[in-house]
């Protein structure tokens, strides 16, 4: 089981929603194999007390640092060596150093994602894979969506596509690409009017679709009991306004990223059992959204159930 931080659920709902995944997840080139079952739990720190308010980075007195803690348990299983499942439900809890405005804390969202690998070609010293990914995500609680950047999450409905590839050497080291594109539907505001270009009688607000794209470098190291990745992870929005100035983001913003980061994770046995696995991500351009920089630990455990 391997995890890969793809903070596009945690990210945008903390000033603008993590989905994280582990596992294999929805955006690595790993697959269980038939039968087996990683459960995984993974803690994530993440802060910040810049954001971007359209594209201008500013400060916030008014918040002072924000944080975002998130507990995710995680489920992946193998239907069979080729197909995947990946069920997701994580806890978060929002708080600010400043302010009169007070944190929150509970379910996010539940996530549910089918994976598929589509070729899987071995070369004499290399080997070539390609991957598909299905993902849909619905808010697990009653949450205010419309409560930003404490928000737990930009509560809409979500469904994903991906396409995943990895070209990986004999020896180890691997480069990988994906892209997707994240259909998000709408989600119910505490007020009957807003402002976004224009003036909106009504509580429902549209949640903008959004493309999101990775490129990662890793390799292997001690007979494949630890792996190693850097990655860059871009998101831009199709739709949606800017923040407005001295106002509170709301989730009909236009939210962009880019982050880098780096992950490991270590195996204790090679054929499954106990894993542990950290990350660390940090945001270098955006918009609408916070300057988050985040830190993750997490245990896995992977067995044969069937």
């Not at 239907?79 to 400043?98: E, H, M, R």
């Not at 405005?101 to 379910?107: D, S, T, W, Y």
């Not at 945001?283 to 988050?292: A, D, P």
């Given at each position: 089981?391997?995890?890969?931080?793809?903070?596009l659920?945690?990210?945008l709902?903390?000033?603008?929603?993590?989905?994280?995944?582990?596992?294999?997840t929805?955006?690595?080139?790993?697959?269980?194999?038939?039968?087996?079952?990683?459960?995984?739990?993974?803690?994530?720190?993440?802060?910040?007390?810049?954001?971007w308010?359209?594209?201008?980075?500013?400060t916030?007195?008014n918040?002072?640092?924000?944080?975002?803690?998130?507990?995710?348990?995680?489920?992946?299983?193998?239907?069979?060596?080729?197909?995947?499942?990946?069920?997701?439900?994580?806890?978060?809890?929002?708080?600010?150093?400043?302010?009169?405005?007070?944190?929150?804390?509970?379910?996010?969202?539940?996530?549910?994602?089918?994976?598929?690998?589509?070729?899987?070609?071995?070369?004499?010293?290399?080997?070539?894979?390609?991957?598909?990914n299905?993902?849909?995500?619905?808010?697990?609680?009653?949450?205010?969506?419309?409560?930003?950047?404490?928000?737990?999450g930009?509560?809409?409905?979500?469904?994903?596509?991906?396409?995943?590839?990895?070209?990986?050497?004999?020896?180890?080291?691997?480069?990988?690409?994906?892209?997707?594109?994240?259909?998000?539907g709408?989600?119910?505001?505490?007020?009957?009017?807003y402002y976004?270009?224009?003036?909106?009688?009504?509580?429902?607000?549209?949640?903008?679709?959004?493309?999101?794209?990775?490129?990662?470098?890793?390799?292997?190291?001690?007979?494949k009991?630890?792996?190693?990745?850097?990655?860059?992870?871009?998101?831009?929005?199709?739709?949606?306004?800017?923040?407005?100035?001295?106002?509170?983001?709301?989730?009909?913003?236009?939210?962009?990223?880019?982050?880098?980061?780096?992950?490991?994770?270590?195996?204790?046995?090679?054929?499954?059992?106990?894993?542990?696995?950290?990350?660390y991500?940090?945001?270098?351009?955006?918009?609408?959204?916070?300057?988050?920089?985040?830190?993750?630990?997490?245990?896995?455990?992977?067995?044969?159930?069937?």
């Amino acid at each position: 089981m391997n995890f890969n931080s793809k903070f596009l659920g945690l990210l945008l709902a903390g000033l603008g929603m993590i989905q994280l995944a582990i596992a294999q997840t929805p955006i690595d080139g790993l697959m269980m194999p038939k039968g087996e079952i990683c459960i995984a739990v993974v803690y994530e720190d993440a802060n910040w007390d810049h954001y971007w308010e359209g594209t201008y980075l500013r400060t916030n007195g008014n918040i002072g640092t924000f944080s975002r803690k998130m507990l995710m348990p995680m489920i992946v299983g193998g239907i069979s060596d080729k197909i995947n499942f990946i069920v997701s439900l994580p806890y978060v809890k929002t708080a600010a150093t400043g302010g009169q405005l007070a944190g929150v804390e509970g379910i996010q969202d539940l996530g549910l994602s089918l994976k598929a690998q589509l070729v899987d070609k071995q070369m004499e010293k290399s080997k070539l894979m390609v991957f598909s990914n299905l993902s849909f995500s619905t808010p697990a609680s009653n949450y205010l969506s419309d409560y930003m950047p404490f928000s737990l999450g930009f509560g809409a409905r979500e469904l994903g596509l991906r396409a995943i590839g990895q070209f990986e050497l004999n020896k180890g080291p691997y480069a990988r690409g994906s892209f997707a594109y994240l259909h998000r539907g709408t989600t119910e505001a505490e007020r009957d009017f807003y402002y976004q270009e224009g003036s909106f009688y009504t509580a429902t607000m549209n949640v903008p679709d959004a493309v999101q794209a990775q490129i990662a470098i890793g390799s292997w190291f001690l007979q494949k009991k630890l792996r190693v990745e850097a990655s860059l992870t871009s998101l831009r929005c199709a739709t949606g306004d800017d923040i407005r100035s001295y106002n509170a983001p709301q989730p009909t913003n236009k939210v962009d990223f880019d982050q880098v980061g780096g992950f490991a994770q270590y195996y204790f046995k090679k054929d499954g059992g106990l894993g542990v696995l950290a990350y660390y991500n940090h945001m270098f351009s955006g918009r609408n959204m916070g300057q988050f920089s985040g830190l993750g630990l997490g245990l896995t455990y992977q067995f044969k159930a069937f």
